[in-house]
Structures are given as structure tokens and as C-alpha cells.
């Protein structure tokens, strides 16, 4: 849980002046508490979920739970760190709002060089407390309980949104699609010529995979790849990938949509994320219960060669 905010550990505030809009506290932190709720202030051992943009001073965004789907969770300690953004949230309550600049230097131990392409003074938190559950006087079981009761209520609500944002993006783009038994939705663009694949087939195909909100996460295609929000990998080769059918070496929504598809096919799978990455997400960069989309074009099929050596069958300790 804390691994998800390593960068923002909590810190003691020694208020002083005001500049621009912004009252400044001790190491340098700024901030600016823009929605201020009537209710309780978070007090150290508390439960809160937040909704975290990280922005440099060009206004870029750097990083968002937004991106993720949902909010980041946190137990509020006390420590004795000067000028981390944390530190602003015991002066919050549920649903207030803030912006906090933090002082890049301040970030890392003395004599640590700061990231490549980190530039300016200050780094940029927009703040939203999504969620607090005070700790009071509750036992510790008590409180466990009502922190799995708010994950498990999160967990239902992006179920519950997964259909209508596959519906709406179906709907935005005018595709036409044929949903499966599995709720994988597909529409071929382009048919291709001969038999289908099937399971066992080696399927040689380009493709790009983008979220429902466009943004592309993967791609063999070099042009498409350009568009991913991390530094494109110098040694990767951008060439055709190679997969086995139904062997279970990619997501489910591979396997079952490319039976669908023959040599020269092209198509556009929407895949929902009981047929991608689940609960789990990817990398960063695959939200939880995030639904994806897929162009891909079958360039050829390689039929299994019969007369290749069989693999051998493993050995099962204790059986002969």
C-alpha cells in the first residue's frame, strides 16, 4: 500500500508566509487547499484513499490515479520528514482538495542526483481525499473490516462501469461489432482469404492496443509505438509478433479472437478485462477492470509441423 506513494511520505508543517495564493511550510512545500469540506481532519492512523496528479511546472502530466481507475490508499503516520506532500494531509477532510508544490531537491537524500528530464524547482500534486475512515477508538479488526468493506465497494463499482464504458466506446467509434458468449466484442475490417485459425497454429500478425480512453499501451508497430506515454525501449525490434493459438501464452481475448480470423483479415478487438488483465492491470499502464482495444492484421499462419519431435511429458514426482 505505501509502496504506491513512496515519493510522498508524511511530514510535520512549521506554517509561515503566504505567496501567490500559496502558504508555504517548512522544506519548502507550497500549498493551496482549494475545496475545504466541513467534517473531521485526517488524524495520523486514519484510512484514506486520494486522487493523486502529478504535473512538472510546464503543466505535463506526469503521472495520475486517475489513469488507474481508481483512488490510492494510505494510512496516515507520523514521521518527522520535512517537505513531502503528505504532510498536507491532516489538514484535509473527506472531499477537500489541494494543490501542493514540492521542492524537487527536497525529494532526495543530499548528494542524489535527480532523474534525467526532471527539470524546474517544484514538482505538482493535485490532490482530491476520495475517502477517509477515522481509526478512533475502533479495534484493529474493526477497522481492517471497514477498510476490505470500501475496497470491496470500489471493486464493484468499476465492475458495474466496465459494460457501459465498452458500450459507449462501441457506440463513439460506430463500430460494428458481434459479441461472443464470452462478451469479447470484434468487427472485421478487412476479410481476409482460406481457413481460419485454430488452436495449435502459429498466428504472425501486427497489432496495436490502446485503453477505451485511446491512449496506446503496446504496439509491434513502430509508427503506433511513438504514441505510448513511457520511453520507447532502444533495443526493442518493431516487427510482426509470433504467438501459438490457444496455448495460453497471451490474454484470453487473443486466443478466442483470432479463431475468428483468416490469413489477410483485419480487425478491431474489444476485450473486455475478464479477457485481459483483470483485476490486476499491467505495467502501470492497463488500469484495473480496464477494458482494451486491438487492431490487428493476420500477416500469415504457420501450420504446426507433424513431423517435429513431441515435447517431453514432465515428470511427475513419485509416479513412474
Known amino acids: 500500500m505505501r509502496k504506491n506513494l513512496t515519493i510522498i511520505a508524511i511530514a510535520a508543517l512549521g506554517f509561515a508566509s503566504c505567496k501567490g495564493g500559496f ?72 472531499g477537500d482538495s489541494a494543490t501542493v508544490k514540492v521542492n524537487i531537491d527536497s525529494m532526495f537524500k543530499k548528494g542524489a542526483p535527480r532523474p534525467p528530464g526532471l527539470k524546474g524547482k517544484y514538482i505538482i500534486y493535485e490532490i482530491k481525499v476520495d475517502k477517509v475512515i477515522e481509526r478512533g477508538n475502533s479495534t484493529e479488526a474493526v477497522f481492517q473490516a471497514h477498510i476490505t468493506d470500501y475496497f470491496k465497494a470500489q471493486v464493484d463499482r468499476m465492475k458495474k462501469a466496465e459494460p457501459v464504458k465498452m458500450k459507449k466506446y462501441v457506440e463513439d467509434k460506430k463500430l460494428k461489432v458481434t459479441t461472443t458468449a464470452s462478451g469479447l466484442q470484434y468487427e472485421i475490417t478487412k476479410q481476409g482469404t482460406g481457413p481460419n485459425l485454430v488452436n495449435g497454429d502459429t498466428a504472425v500478425v501486427n497489432y496495436t492496443g490502446s485503453l477505451l480512453n485511446g491512449d496506446v499501451f503496446d504496439s509491434s508497430v513502430k509508427e503506433d509505438a511513438k504514441k505510448i506515454k513511457r520511453a520507447m525501449d532502444p533495443a526493442r525490434k518493431y516487427e510482426p509478433y509470433r504467438f501459438a493459438v490457444g496455448s495460453g501464452t497471451v490474454i484470453r481475448g487473443w486466443d478466442e479472437g483470432f479463431l475468428l480470423l483468416n490469413k489477410g483479415s483485419k480487425a478491431t478487438l474489444v476485450i473486455p478485462s475478464e479477457l485481459g488483465w483483470g483485476e490486476q492491470g499491467s505495467q502501470g499502464m492497463i488500469p484495473a477492470f480496464a477494458p482494451v482495444v486491438f487492431t490487428v492484421e493476420v500477416l500469415d499462419i504457420i501450420k504446426p509441423d507433424p513431423n517435429a519431435p513431441k515435447p517431453a511429458q514432465p515428470t511427475i514426482p513419485g509416479v513412474r
Open 23 to 94: 502558504k508555504q511550510a517548512e522544506g519548502g512545500l507550497l500549498y493551496n487547499i482549494r475545496t475545504d469540506k466541513s467534517g473531521p481532519l485526517v488524524k495520523p492512523g486514519d484510512f484514506i484513499s486520494l486522487n493523486l496528479t502529478l504535473k512538472n511546472e510546464g503543466d505535463s502530466v506526469i503521472g495520475s490515479t486517475y489513469d488507474q481507475g481508481r483512488p490510492a490508499p494510505q494510512i496516515v503516520e507520523k514521521t518527522t520528514r520535512k517537505g513531502d506532500v503528505t504532510s498536507i494531509f491532516t489538514l484535509l477532510s473527506e
